[in-house]
């Protein structure tokens, strides 16, 4: 875990309750995305579960100081701000945990990408593991990231013309041919 600070906001009693006016709470809505993205940046986190009392929604949506917590249809708020910006997306349809991209699938897949390219993995299959946690990545931004945030990283880019994706049982036995 890393020794992430949150901004002076976090502290800010009034931050914790939707505001009514809808310029504010559009701001208000930004701050916390930003707040949300920061944190899962500096704590490689993926994804978030939104339950009151899960460690994650604690962890950035509650301030113990000042006695404060945000509910859960404020969290569901933010997350949807996030998703129309394209750094979330629900992972349930309970709307209870959600995948945190702190770079877009579309910027994973061209980092990825860029990896195969300079590396010679191009018209080779590699599976997902591989990328993942294999000896060739380590040290970059992907090695270890979220399974399914790769896996959108890899659909991005088969989307795109330059991969072809090969399917597994299981999304880790997934492979991926490089153009």
């Known amino acids: 875990m890393s020794n992430y600070t949150f901004?002076?906001?976090h502290s800010f009693p009034?931050?914790?309750?939707l505001q009514p006016t809808l310029a504010t709470r559009a701001k208000q809505l930004q701050l916390w995305g930003e707040i949300l993205l920061q944190y899962c940046i500096a704590t490689r986190t993926?994804?978030?579960h939104i339950a009151t009392n899960s460690k994650?929604?604690?962890a950035v949506f509650s301030n113990d100081k000042i006695r404060r917590r945000l509910d859960r249809e404020s969290i569901q708020a933010v997350i949807e701000e996030l998703i129309?910006?394209?750094?979330a997306d629900w992972d349930s349809p309970a709307k209870d945990q959600c995948l945190i991209f702190w770079r877009k699938p579309e910027e994973w897949a061209a980092i990825i990408h860029k990896w195969a390219f300079d590396s010679g993995a191009t018209n080779s299959i590699c599976t997902i593991?591989?990328?993942l946690h294999g000896d060739d990545t380590v040290g970059l931004d992907f090695h270890d990231l979220d399974e399914r945030t790769m896996v959108r990283a890899l659909e991005a880019l088969a989307k795109s013309g330059k991969a072809?994706?090969?399917v597994g049982a299981t999304d880790s036995e997934m492979g991926v041919k490089f153009f």
Do not use: M, W
Request: hydrophobic share 40%; proline share 9%; charged share 15%.
């Open 84 to 87: 129309k910006q394209g750094h």
């Open 46 to 48: 993926s994804a978030i």
């Open 7 to 9: 901004p002076s906001i």
């Open 14 to 17: 009034p931050f914790y309750t």
């Open 129 to 131: 593991y591989e990328l």
């Open 164 to 166: 072809q994706v090969f």
């Open 56 to 58: 994650d929604a604690a």
